[in-house]
């Protein structure tokens, strides 16, 4: 099978999460990747071994930076950024979250990348962009792409405060949408052969996330309501409990065909054939004292009892999974959503597969994350250094 991203050189200069995950993306699809980190590492790995020691391999730094090489580079000595802009001479792409201001500072601005190789795609991720107000706010994904899109005001129970997000969610999010924008960059430079420049912001792809409801804040400049699980709109657009403690989420946002289906399933013909239910608009308008009962009913049996009666139905609703049957859902390991990584040190450990599939195509995780600075002498050799010019700027602590 062919490897749709084989022949493709990306130059990842980036730490974290958002666009090392959009170049590990491309790796999967064949690209070779060269991941740029300092001396001692990406602060990302740095924080696990904070917390963790050196010796643990994490599998969150295995999924965000699997199938790459990797090489460490001192870019506050002068001949740092030299180095990096040498990569960029053999790259098709590059990818980076430094700030607009740290950019400038080491020469590895777009301008300065389309200088060394004109037909580079340049993509740079940021919180908020590299112009504006904002341009140099720092950010993270609950900050920029949570909290600042408006997500984080209208998630969650209206009895409840606002909501922090899982870490990493906007990241993998944004990294999604970074890799569609560059992968259609990259169309238009074959089509033009002139280089093409990228910007993604983690705040914008919550707003996309988010468009439902930004689009109607648009129309009337009016915050949404959060929702209530004892006082929802819609009965059937709802969360319940069971009696073992689990919960379901029932998602039927309209009364045809589903309310009459949803009655005859709990024998309640009466609210079947009561007329101010016929339509969505009555069944939000006078179903609002329906969910104690529906709830009382629910919790008087199993989740698997609900499974088969829902399922029966014909209902539209999932039990809200916890992560260990996520990770053991044999349908989802049938299509491949896991994928075995074989690291030196730790062995074989699962991750999560790319989010797609390509049929007839080779998408695939690659290999382990790199050790920090593992490809270095690799790497440069290839670039055309000398081992006395590599050992020097090794001793020199330009590289590492």
Not at 190 to 208: A, D, N
Not at 252 to 269: E, H
Not at 272 to 295: C, K
Request: with cysteine.
């Amino acid at each position: 099978m062919t490897a749709p991203l084989a022949g493709i050189k990306v130059l990842e200069v980036a730490s974290w999460l958002a666009a090392p995950s959009c170049a590990a993306l491309m790796a999967d699809m064949g690209a070779e990747v060269t991941k740029v980190e300092p001396l001692g590492g990406d602060t990302y790995r740095r924080m696990y071994a904070a917390m963790l020691g050196d010796d643990f391999v994490h599998p969150c730094y295995q999924f965000d930076n699997r199938g790459k090489r990797g090489v460490c580079i001192n870019l506050e000595d002068p001949q740092g950024p030299q180095l990096v802009r040498k990569l960029a001479e053999d790259a098709d792409i590059f990818i980076t979250n430094l700030t607009w201001p740290r950019l400038q500072r080491y020469g590895l601005t777009d301008a300065d990348i389309h200088a060394v190789q004109p037909r580079m795609v340049y993509g740079v991720l940021s919180g908020y962009g590299t112009e504006g107000p904002d341009s140099e706010r720092q950010a993270f994904d609950q900050t920029a792409f949570w909290a600042r899109s408006g997500a984080m005001s209208i998630f969650g129970d209206r009895n409840d405060g606002p909501l922090l997000s899982r870490g990493g969610y906007g990241d993998r999010t944004t990294a999604l949408n970074m890799l569609s924008a560059l992968l259609a960059a990259l169309r238009v430079q074959e089509q033009t052969g002139e280089g093409q420049y990228v910007e993604v912001t983690l705040q914008r792809t919550g707003i996309w996330a988010l468009a439902s409801d930004v689009c109607t804040a648009l129309y009337d400049r009016l915050q949404p309501d959060k929702t209530s699980q004892v006082a929802p709109p819609n009965p059937i657009w709802n969360y319940y409990r069971t009696a073992d403690e689990r919960w379901l989420a029932l998602v039927m946002p309209m009364a045809t065909p589903y309310w009459p289906k949803f009655c005859d399933m709990l024998d309640r013909t009466d609210w079947r054939d009561n007329e101010e239910l016929q339509s969505l608009t009555g069944l939000m308008e006078n179903g609002g004292p329906l969910v104690a009962e529906i709830a009382a009913i629910f919790a008087s049996q199993d989740l698997d009892h609900w499974r088969r009666q829902l399922d029966a139905a014909g209902l539209i609703w999932e039990p809200v999974a916890e992560l260990p049957e996520v990770v053991e859902d044999p349908a989802l390991r049938e299509r491949g959503a896991f994928s075995i990584v074989v690291h030196e040190q730790a062995g074989a450990m699962e991750i999560v597969s790319a989010p797609f599939h390509i049929r007839g195509a080779d998408v695939e995780v690659r290999g382990p994350a790199p050790d920090a600075g593992q490809h270095t002498r690799e790497v440069f050799a290839t670039a055309g250094l000398s081992d006395a010019q590599l050992e020097a700027l090794i001793e020199q602590g330009v590289l590492g």
